[in-house]
């Protein structure tokens, strides 16, 4: 759906894609000791998306369902399971943009690859069989270095921005002005590194911080995640992570002080971008969305890193910025769900190109034009990265959050687990309502929304990079019983989905 006519000028579009950055970052989400007034002014004069999430929280996934409008289970494509495969990467927005004779850029991280290669030995490397969708593709380093020298292609700035973030900025509007004299409209995606790991911030903001003293939240440590299912004990973002940055006082201040002077980094290479397009005399017909890959659990129940589906992991800024739509005195916010499934629609509906009947997001410009439109009633969270006992599937309505470890260990005391969270009245998810009585509707409507949702992988997952069998993993009756037998990847072609009777 479009809300501007054909005949209209198509609209430049800047997709500005952060990295781990989690939803309470900014000032205009929520958090009082940041400093982003760039960002801020973004979110002011267009529309802040409150309950936004990412359906696959770390970043190779979240990036292929970004570029591709698809869920992980039909892009194919995460670390352990493998490369995009060629068929889903050819109705991708920078594949159809640039079909529609839009100019196309990505500068700075990308985060995966494409291959027709289809088996879950194939890692691929960032950036294989992607170029050519683009006029200009810069970096050509993997995760990228903070350092700008260090990234291929990148190194020509140093000079100027010897910080990468600082010179992303530069080259996004480089190419801007290169459009502007072509003629010729522009989707830039720009890929900070910041904030991920390692935390090298830019020294020219070490002032910005210095005197900080970060907040807890009432969510930090280790006894504030008791009562979680013990799934989600089981891997790095227990151990290694809580351990690295969050396990002492003197450990958190100085994590949360790199990490959001990155941020604001960020911050002052936004404010950059906008500048420069006024000078440009393009500002006000170029589209401008922010958001991230995932979010970040900064020691919220005692757990780092991101992956999870929790609050501080799955969720994510969004903020989109059309400067044709009116302004409004109010800041202009929406409680309607989003996904980074979402992304790829949107920005195909604002070029008023065709949205391909395969995604599984929806455009959001009926929401940019009306904050009180909805487009979805659930939207679901993938985890099937890192080791077995952490992999979960859930469910989000907005109101509430539905999760399910399937995975079973009577060795380890580990049994398939579910998680009920009422997202309004806690948002720090601090109580599991999955066995209170007073919740057992709400319970039913979830686990509803849940197994459909379930259905629909098994209907419709890729047969090849180990994503077929979680439609069976994921099936609660299936699961509960301890004689079921997994369908395996070699029995696809006979059996792509089976959902065997629930004994009474």
């Known amino acids: 759906m479009t809300i501007f006519a054909q005949s209209e000028k198509k609209p430049n579009i800047i997709f500005l894609l952060t990295d781990d950055q989690a939803y309470r970052t900014l000032g205009i989400t929520g958090n009082d000791q940041v400093v982003t007034p760039n960002l801020d002014k973004l979110g002011s004069q267009g529309l802040v998306f409150d309950r936004h999430y990412n359906t696959t929280a770390v970043c190779k996934g979240s990036r292929a369902s970004i570029m591709t409008g698809m869920y992980e289970y039909k892009t194919g494509c995460n670390f352990m399971h493998g490369s995009m495969g060629a068929e889903q990467w050819s109705t991708s927005y920078p594949v159809l943009l640039k079909n529609a004779g839009y100019k196309v850029a990505n500068i700075g991280k990308f985060g995966f690859g494409v291959s027709k290669v289809k088996n879950v030995d ?21 995760q990228c270095n903070y350092a700008t020298d260090k990234n291929k292609d990148m190194d020509v700035y140093a000079e ?5 973030t600082q010179a992303l900025a530069t080259a996004a509007l480089e190419f801007a002005n290169a459009a502007k004299n072509e ?3 522009f989707c830039l995606t720009v890929g900070f590194k910041s904030p ?7 020294t020219q903001f070490d002032h910005v911080y210095k005197n900080t003293v970060w907040k807890k939240p009432i969510n930090y440590g280790r006894e504030a995640g008791l009562h979680l299912a013990a799934q989600s004990r089981q891997d790095r973002q227990y151990k290694k992570y809580w351990e690295e940055a969050y396990s002492t006082d003197e450990k958190y201040q100085k994590t949360h002080r790199l990490y959001h002077q990155l941020i604001h ?12 397009l006024k000078t440009l005399g393009i500002a006000d017909n ?14 919220a129940h005692g757990l780092g890193g991101k992956v999870l589906p929790y609050e501080e992991g799955s969720r994510a800024p969004l903020i989109i910025y059309d400067p044709r739509i009116p302004k409004n005195k109010k800041i202009r916010r929406t409680a309607s769900l989003s996904g980074n499934i979402d992304i790829a629609p949107t920005i195909l509906s604002y070029a008023n190109i065709g949205i391909p009947e395969v995604y599984d997001g929806k455009s959001l410009l009926s929401i940019v034009k009306d904050e009180k439109k909805k487009v979805r009633n659930v939207l679901p969270v993938i985890q099937v990265f890192g080791k077995e006992a952490t992999r979960c599937f859930s469910m989000i309505d907005g109101e509430y959050k539905y999760i399910y470890w399937y995975f079973k260990s009577e060795k380890e005391n580990l049994y398939p687990t579910e998680e009920l969270f009422h997202l309004t009245t806690d948002p720090m998810e601090m109580k599991n309502l999955a066995s209170n009585k007073s919740y057992k509707k709400v319970l ?3 686990r509803k929304f849940y197994d459909d949702e379930v259905k629909n992988w098994g209907a419709h997952s890729i047969s090849y990079n ?5 439609g069976t993993l994921f099936n609660r009756a299936i699961s509960w019983d301890k004689k079921a037998v997994l369908i395996k990847e070699k029995d696809a072609k006979l059996t792509p989905y089976k959902t065997p009777s629930k004994k009474k």
């Open 265 to 276: 980094g960020v911050d002052v290479a936004v404010g950059k971008i906008r500048e420069g």
């Open 196 to 202: 991920h790991k390692p935390l090298i911030p830019d």
């Open 122 to 142: 194939h890692k691929g490397n960032e950036g294989e069989g992607v170029q050519n969708a683009f006029d200009l593709y810069l970096t050509k380093g993997g």
């Open 444 to 446: 039913k409507k979830m």
């Open 160 to 164: 100027k921005d010897p910080h990468l």
């Open 183 to 185: 003629n010729e409209p």
């Open 286 to 299: 170029t589209i401008i969305i922010f958001s991230s890959d995932n979010g970040y659990l900064m020691g």
């Open 466 to 470: 180990g994503y077929l069998e979680y």
